[in-house]
């Protein structure tokens, strides 16, 4: 019988305060984070979002690494230690040019040259198809794309599994949650190129944490084997293994 994986892991969340559109204050962050580790999770990707037409990666870094320092002073100051372990990254918005940014490496998973891509949410001709494909063997980092199952709205199931033949893709927890979008999302869980699954949580109204909710369901309609293939591979990620 397999065990429970060591590591539970939302492969992608927006808990950086006041940045982005992520949570407006370090209390907020905190409240999310508790409601993640009361989820059972044990490590938060944080992929706050990076859009390269509106700043350089350098003053990204710079500025979310210095909203992530006043989350950990308050957390230190508030004696909130009941959270996951926040793993630093981003969730980079796909431009033709990202390839040839000499500070490409930066936005990748913490420790790692696993990079989270988010692609535009426009119709996914076979340019943008090509164009990612060329980031993909660019040599630089191993894209991650961010929430397969949206691009449904803009790409048949034929492209969506042609991406998945280039990199592993995450999937949100939204998508398993919702009886339309379950289908597809079940489809791409079963084709084995998915290799994590994230809350995509960004604050406590319309967009909590429900990584729970849909870890239960996984295993109730498909059994709890992929929720831990879906660990284990997440973990081989932060682990900048080879998957």
Request: with cysteine; net charge negative.
């Amino acid at each position: 019988m397999r065990t429970a994986p060591e590591k539970i892991i939302d492969f992608h969340t927006h808990i950086i305060p006041a940045f982005d559109d992520g949570p407006a204050d370090c209390k907020t962050a905190a409240q999310m984070l508790v409601k993640l580790y009361e989820q059972g999770v044990t490590h938060a990707v944080s992929t706050s979002h990076f859009y390269r037409y509106d700043e350089s990666i350098s003053d990204f870094i710079a500025r979310r690494d210095k909203a992530y320092s006043e989350l950990c002073s308050y957390l230190s100051a508030e004696r909130i230690t009941h959270i996951p372990e926040i793993i630093m990254g981003a969730e980079v918005y796909f431009t033709t040019a990202l390839a040839n940014d000499p500070d490409l490496e930066k936005l990748c998973i913490s420790g790692t040259d696993y990079i989270l891509i988010e692609l535009p949410y426009t119709q996914l001709t076979q340019n943008v198809t090509d164009s990612f494909r060329s980031l993909a063997a660019c040599g630089r980092v191993r894209p991650v794309l961010a929430h397969l199952e949206r691009y449904a709205a803009y790409a048949g199931e034929e492209t969506l599994f042609e991406l998945l033949d280039i990199v592993p893709a995450q999937i949100n927890c939204e998508s398993i949650m919702s009886a339309p979008s379950f289908r597809l999302a079940s489809k791409l869980l079963k084709s084995g190129g998915i290799a994590a699954i994230g809350s995509d949580c960004h604050n406590l109204g319309n967009r909590v944490p429900r990584f729970s909710e849909a870890r239960k369901k996984l295993s109730r309609k498909i059994g709890a084997g992929v929720f831990n293939d879906l660990m284990e591979t997440s973990a081989a990620i932060l682990e900048n293994k080879d998957i």
